[in-house]
């Protein structure tokens, strides 16, 4: 089984069981004035495997699995099949952390801020497939007969992320989002630079 799956099996799991357990949310969501408060730094980690709704969860989930098999199918190969699936667990546990930061240093004196889900994290993982195959595969647009692909995904994802987190309308962290898509997009590039190379490659290709 891959590890994209078994990623979505763990999520699956805890987010249900939150779905019926306040308890169990309001000590497992993102919460920065209790991580100061109270050091509970694990709620970096926790924040990622629990969601807000079943859309929220369906919706990542979704998106996990189209862009994440296809990062492990590069990944395994690569470095080798264990030392693989370590770096695509790393890369994917690391956006989640990476997302939250700077919601932490914004928001860390703000005891009304929650936020939840593992959009930050599922963020990493498509911009990292998205550097390493802009144009394999796709992502289809709900309700619409459509099939973009991924490096038109992302930058349309980019824009309104960016977008919407400037406007501040809603309740939804579009800075996890934005921070988690940043940091897929760098670190397959530091792990590798030919990987940034192929990337130019691949896009100046098609322009």
């Known amino acids: 089984m891959s590890i994209t799956l078994l990623i979505m099996i763990l999520t699956a799991v805890t987010s249900i069981m ?46 996990l699995y189209i862009f994440g098999e296809l990062l492990e199918d590069y990944f395994l190969p690569a470095y080798f099949v264990e030392k ?18 700077p919601s932490y240093f914004k928001h860390r004196n703000n005891a009304m801020f929650r936020s ?6 599922v963020s990493a993982i498509v911009f990292a497939s998205i550097v390493i195959n ?14 973009l692909p991924p490096i038109i995904f992302g930058v349309l ?17 579009h800075d996890a989002h934005l921070f988690g898509a940043v940091f897929g997009l760098v670190i397959p590039c530091l792990l590798d630079f ?4 192929s990337f130019i490659d691949q896009l100046s290709s098609r322009l």
């Open 18 to 63: 939150a779905f019926n357990n306040p308890a169990m949310k309001g000590q497992a969501l993102f919460y920065p004035y209790a991580i100061q408060a109270r050091n509970e730094w694990y709620r970096f980690l926790t924040s990622g495997f629990i969601h807000a709704d079943w859309l929220h969860l369906i919706v990542n989930m979704y998106v």
């Open 84 to 101: 693989g699936r370590l770096v695509y667990l790393l890369l994917y546990i690391g956006g989640m952390v990476a997302a939250d930061l």
């Open 116 to 121: 939840l889900g593992a959009s930050g994290a």
């Open 134 to 147: 802009p144009w394999q595969g796709g992502i289809g647009l709900l309700f619409l007969p459509i099939t």
């Open 157 to 173: 994802y980019l824009i309104y992320t960016v977008y919407m987190s400037q406007r501040q309308s809603d309740n939804i962290n």
């Open 194 to 197: 030919r990987i940034f190379q």
